[in-house]
Structures are given as C-alpha cells and as structure tokens.
C-alpha cells in the first residue's frame, strides 16, 4: 500500500515539475518568428499600391545607404506606418470611450 501510494505521489510530482520545466524551454525560446506576419498581396493589389501610393523621386524617401527605397521595401515601410496609425487610432478610440 505504502509503495502505491510513494509511486502516485511520484509520478504527481514528476508531471507537475515537467509541466513547468516545458513553459520555461517555451519562454526561452521565444523568436521573430512567433511574431511574423505573412500577407498574400495579388497582382490587382500590388497595382493599386504602384498607381496610389509608390513615387520613386518625388518622396524623397531613402534608405539608410542613401538609395532610393524599391518598390518591395516601400511596401513593407508603407505597410507598418498604416498598421501604426489604425493602432494609434484604435487606442484613442478605446481609450476615449472609456472615459
């Protein structure tokens, strides 16, 4: 009975302690990856991007190099300040309405 009951509390123990030990390797192994996004962009989309919003000379804009941005790196720069200023906006929002 004794050895039933030392051999329960064992494997008890020993679930409890893996448990912990695997959200610790998780928390250990956080990387860039677990926080990337893919986008399927099509080729109606990627137009509309060139026609509206792409303009080589006149914004001025460039790379830390000096060069002008491409196209593609334009994109993801277009992308992250749009994605920024709905966040910016939604949290004003929230933030508005809560008060």
């Known amino acids: 009975m004794f050895v039933a009951f030392f051999f329960i ?5 020993l679930q409890t302690t893996s448990r912990l030990d695997q959200l610790e390797y998780d928390v250990n192994t956080i990387s860039a990856g677990d926080f990337t996004v ?4 099509n080729r109606t ?5 060139l ?3 792409y303009d080589p000379i ?8 000096g060069d002008f941005y491409s ?17 910016t906006r939604s ?9």
Do not use: P, V
């Open 9 to 13: 509390l064992m494997i008890y123990y």
């Open 71 to 87: 196209q593609s790196l334009y994109l993801k720069k277009h992308l992250s300040d749009e994605i920024g200023r709905m966040l």
């Open 91 to 99: 949290l004003k929002h929230k933030m508005d309405k809560d008060s």
């Open 58 to 65: 006149g914004s001025k804009m460039k790379e830390e190099s």
């Open 38 to 41: 893919e986008l399927s962009i």
């Open 51 to 53: 026609e509206e919003h």
């Open 45 to 49: 989309m990627w137009s509309y991007f």
